[in-house]
């Protein structure tokens, strides 16, 4: 994230939420249509390797999964409404898997920040 970018998120109080639901690209263009959200970015997270690849993440060996970092307004958008929305978009019960993507990185999770 740039410079710019975390000055307007610290101007504006922003919180964060790290979730993961499955293919983080999925999850990306869900929450920015939320009013509120102002930016979410897609990236890997719980894992031992620092830095991984795709290719990496996918043979399941780094402990990474998919995940999206949103940066959102609780004036505008609560957390509790956010996840509202992560449980009603994907299936948590469902092992390492969402819809046709299958593996440890689809695994459902949700990371606090404060």
Not at 35 to 47: D, F, I, M, R
Not at 69 to 85: A, C, G, R, W
């Given at each position: 994230?740039?410079?710019?970018?975390?000055?307007?998120?610290?101007?504006?109080?922003?919180?964060?939420?790290?979730?993961?639901?499955?293919?983080?690209?999925?999850?990306?263009?869900?929450?920015?249509?939320?009013?509120?959200?102002?930016?979410?970015?897609?990236?890997?997270?719980?894992?031992?390797?620092?830095?991984?690849?795709?290719?990496?993440?996918?043979?399941?060996?780094?402990?990474?999964?998919?995940?999206?970092?949103?940066?959102?307004?609780?004036?505008?958008?609560?957390?509790?409404?956010?996840?509202?929305?992560?449980?009603?978009?994907?299936?948590?019960?469902?092992?390492?898997?969402?819809?046709?993507?299958?593996g440890t990185q689809y695994r459902s999770l949700i990371l606090y920040h404060n």
């Amino acid at each position: 994230m740039g410079q710019n970018q975390t000055q307007k998120i610290n101007a504006k109080k922003l919180k964060v939420a790290t979730l993961g639901e499955g293919c983080f690209w999925c999850t990306e263009a869900l929450f920015t249509q939320l009013k509120g959200v102002e930016n979410v970015q897609p990236g890997y997270s719980g894992g031992k390797t620092e830095n991984p690849t795709y290719e990496q993440v996918c043979n399941g060996k780094t402990g990474h999964a998919e995940t999206a970092q949103i940066n959102f307004d609780p004036t505008v958008i609560s957390y509790k409404e956010i996840l509202q929305i992560f449980f009603s978009t994907h299936d948590p019960t469902t092992l390492n898997r969402q819809g046709a993507d299958v593996g440890t990185q689809y695994r459902s999770l949700i990371l606090y920040h404060n």
